[in-house]
């Protein structure tokens, strides 16, 4: 069983550079042909796909966030990453780390809270 | 982008009734929709994939249709812990993969 579990700081200042780890447990992130993704949902409010990286190492990202943000993986460590640049409140939201399986989302971690404030 | 919509916004049904919640996209998604479910403090759990398709350990009683722009999803005979949130999603057309606004389904 594919286990994800997210960490980072839970406090990031405005303007700076939100950094979030997701590592893989369970099974290899350089096998089985999955994208590894990142979602976000404000508080209240609905799903925001935010990017996915191949196990190529390819990305896709969403258009919305502006060229800010960088999705990498970490084979070694079995860990992939998401840096979102230029933060403002609007980015404050629970962060997921994801397995998308090209028909679904199928594995997901827990949530982290990132909160933008000074 | 395609746009998803979902209605009604919050639905309210009796147990062992049957919900019928509804998602539109924008144009055609083919059968490239899943749709899932998210109870408070927790990860979506993804209910069905290429439109109809169960996912793994998700019980008979729901069940998705629909193709092109049209969706739907059936839950029959509702229990009380299907209480929660469902969002759809379309993955036709990325990026950005989209996802509905949600239907909070409450049961009475």
């Known amino acids: 069983q594919v286990l994800l579990q997210e960490s980072g700081p839970g406090l990031v200042r405005p303007s700076q550079t939100l950094s979030l780890t997701c590592t893989v447990s369970?099974?290899?992130?350089?096998?089985?042909?999955?994208?590894w993704s990142w979602l976000r949902q404000p508080a209240g409010k609905e799903l925001e796909w935010v990017g996915r990286?191949?196990?190529?190492?390819?990305?896709q990202y969403n258009p919305s966030l502006n060229n800010r943000i960088t999705i990498s993986l970490d084979t070694a460590k079995n860990q992939f990453s998401l840096k979102l640049s230029s933060v403002t409140a609007s980015d404050t939201a629970v962060y997921f780390c994801?397995?998308?399986?090209?028909?679904?989302?199928?594995?997901w971690g827990q949530g982290t809270l990132v909160t933008v404030s000074s | 982008e395609i746009m998803m919509t979902q209605s009604p916004g919050t639905l309210s049904v009796s147990p062992g009734e049957r919900a019928t919640l509804s998602c539109r996209a924008s144009?055609?998604?083919?059968?490239?929709l899943a749709w899932y479910q998210q109870k408070p403090g927790q990860a979506p759990r993804l209910l069905i994939y290429?439109?109809?398709t169960r996912a793994p350990g998700i019980p008979a009683r729901f069940s998705g249709s629909g193709s092109g722009t049209e969706f739907t999803l059936t839950i029959s005979s509702l229990q009380s812990e299907d209480s929660a949130v469902y969002y759809c999603?379309?993955?036709?057309?990325?990026?950005?993969?989209?996802f509905g606004q949600g239907t909070r389904l409450e049961i009475k």
């Open positions: 994801a397995r998308d399986v090209r028909r679904g989302i199928d594995c």
């Open positions: 369970g099974g290899s992130i350089s096998s089985g042909g999955h994208y």
């Open positions: 990286i191949w196990t190529s190492g390819s990305t």
């Open positions: 144009q055609s998604v083919s059968s490239n």
């Open positions: 290429d439109a109809s």
């Open positions: 999603q379309q993955y036709n057309k990325w990026p950005p993969i989209t």
